[in-house]
């Protein structure tokens, strides 16, 4: 039996402990379905700033290299705040590794588990639910076109799309929308940016090739608000990485809490997978924070990179049971009873 | 007594029947607070196409130059979906009208009238409300930076922010922030792009002018997420042409309906005054379309172009009133019995 290398970045804030604990489930899940996993872990973000200097070591770097994937916490907190932006966690150590990893498909799946029905912030109409996946461009666009100018007097940045960029993200997309209900919405803004009239065109184009999936394209303000007013109505969305990451985090609000929020990012090589929440500085620590994300992210890596559908059910299972029973952090827990991080990864094993 | 000459320009779908009412309630307020207007039609969007092959035809523009406020429906709809980008209605009318008025604020106030409590999408939490107000800066970023440049393979935009674009409208929202509640959250993505680190350092500075102003600094995909999470916590919010667009079109879901919600666009020497929503072609025509939104336009021209606040107050508690009387176009009545465009500004007409 192949013994799977995962390389281990539990990051600042949270990270740490939800991490801990998310491996505890992942090896007991491993246990039962057979899949060896070997723990490596490394330094990002303001753990590696305190540690080495970089928030990015060339150690970290080379282990995830030759890992068969990667799990991360989560990165930054006011204590790196003001260092200049390029030494920061976020660019220096989140944005770093997606680069180095050439990471360009982060899929961020949101979904009302019913038994959170009552935490959703939007009236969801009943017999409806919620239940989507953001399909973001993360290797290119606004967030690394070049130039990018800063001095006192202005700021520039380049949205640039090239084609084959935006074919290589939208066959990611096709594809997961034919697995799942067989809808695509494409999210631009080719009223007004030259890169998403580019963007449209291609992504209109390939629908040819995929006569099963229904296409359409939506305007980011419109899909803005059409995922307050009709969240239901989403399957799959498709946009690049700036409307990505607005997006998402907009559909993340629907889920009732960030913790509970995993997300994918897929490589040339090799993937990462990590919480689409950040590092809640304001509780971290006290041992109460929602490991579902961190654990949801161990089943995607199951799914993505360790092709075991199987085990990644079995986990989903465990937490949607765990949820049923009534076991919750505190986030979710709307003011009712609440367990800490250690004792929900337990419901989780227990249920597996 | 000043008479004040309004250019009247309806555009396409809705647009003319929601314009023909609101001038009607416009006259009446008009009468009682001794405000002589003359209004004066023009075509813009498709309407203009088809009438002269331009979206934005110059007489449009000059009549608009020489007027003392421009009143604008909405443009757009499928019919001229097809033509090359620059010569449809929103880039060729709409772009084009706010880059030649050099209207660089947009003012967009969302409040949840209490009568429509129950239309919000999203659970307000009891006894607090919506009541924000988007200051978009909308002259420059990423609409008009340059270069632009598309063709098979790519496609990229310029997102430019100069210092004194920033300064300008930081401006406008500290003081729209001091009238109001005196809470201002500037969005940006400082975190990844250089003309978001110059917008807030611009905004930070200026924060040392209104110390009777509270002021925030919030990345856009959190501002995204806090929109539904807590909108009751928003007052002012600022920021730039892009994730204006993008935030005030979300917190538009807030109010219940898109026909409740009216822009103000100032100029350097005009300004302009449309609703938020679209042109919707769907509905256009058919005599149901809310004017509420077109309504409150023209109170905000009261207030901003013609410095007449107790009119504008007087029009808005018009239309509170007849919503408290329970009167509501279909979109806001919640599957209740509803009234048509017309009616629906007889009973403003009615309560003025
Ligand atoms: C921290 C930040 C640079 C990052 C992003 O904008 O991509 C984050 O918001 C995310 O979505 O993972
Ligand atoms: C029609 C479109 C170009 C326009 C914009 O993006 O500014 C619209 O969405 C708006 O917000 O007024």
Chains 1, 2 share one sequence.
């Not at 305190?50 to 994937?69: F, K, M, Q, W, Y």
């Not at 009552?118 to 409806?128: A, E």
């Amino acid at each position: 039996m192949k013994t799977f290398r995962v390389a281990v970045l539990p990051g600042d804030g949270i990270g740490p402990e939800v991490m801990t604990e998310s491996l505890r489930v992942l090896e007991a899940a491993g246990k039962k379905y057979d899949i060896a996993m070997k723990f490596e872990q490394a330094l990002i973000g303001g753990a590696a700033i305190d540690a080495t200097g970089s928030p990015l070591p060339d150690e970290t770097l080379n282990l995830c290299r030759s890992a068969d994937a990667v799990l991360l916490g989560s990165v930054g907190g006011p204590k790196w705040d003001n260092l200049p932006p390029k030494q920061r966690p976020e660019l220096g150590g989140l944005l770093a590794i997606r680069k180095a990893l050439k990471l360009y498909a982060n899929l961020r799946p949101v979904r009302l588990y019913p038994a959170l029905f009552d935490q959703c912030p939007v009236r969801i109409p009943s017999g409806s639910g919620v239940d989507l996946l953001t399909v973001r461009e993360l290797s290119s666009g606004i967030y690394f076109g070049e130039p990018k100018e800063l001095d006192e007097s202005h700021g520039l940045d380049t949205m640039l799309y090239e084609a084959e960029t935006v074919s290589r993200i939208a066959k990611v997309a096709f594809e997961a929308a034919a697995r799942r209900r067989g809808t695509l919405t494409s999210v631009d803004k080719a009223n007004v940016l030259s890169a998403s009239i580019l963007w449209r065109n291609v992504v209109a184009k390939m629908g040819a090739d995929y006569p099963s999936v229904e296409l359409n394209h939506m305007y980011v303000d419109n899909a803005a608000m059409q995922l307050i007013l009709n969240p239901g109505g989403f399957d799959v969305l498709v946009t690049g990485n700036l409307f990505g990451d607005i997006l998402s985090d907009e559909s993340a609000a629907l889920a009732g809490s960030l913790g509970m929020l995993p997300s994918a990012s897929i490589g040339e090589s090799v993937n990462l997978f990590e919480p689409s929440g950040g590092s809640a500085p304001d509780i971290a620590g006290k041992g109460i924070a929602n490991p579902i994300a961190q654990i949801l992210s161990g089943a995607m890596m199951f799914e993505y990179s360790f092709d075991r559908v199987d085990a990644a059910r079995a986990v989903e299972a465990a937490i949607e049971a765990a949820l049923n029973d009534g076991v919750r952090t505190g986030d979710v827990a709307g003011g009712a009873s609440s367990v800490g991080t250690r004792q929900m990864a337990d419901a989780v094993i227990k249920r597996l």
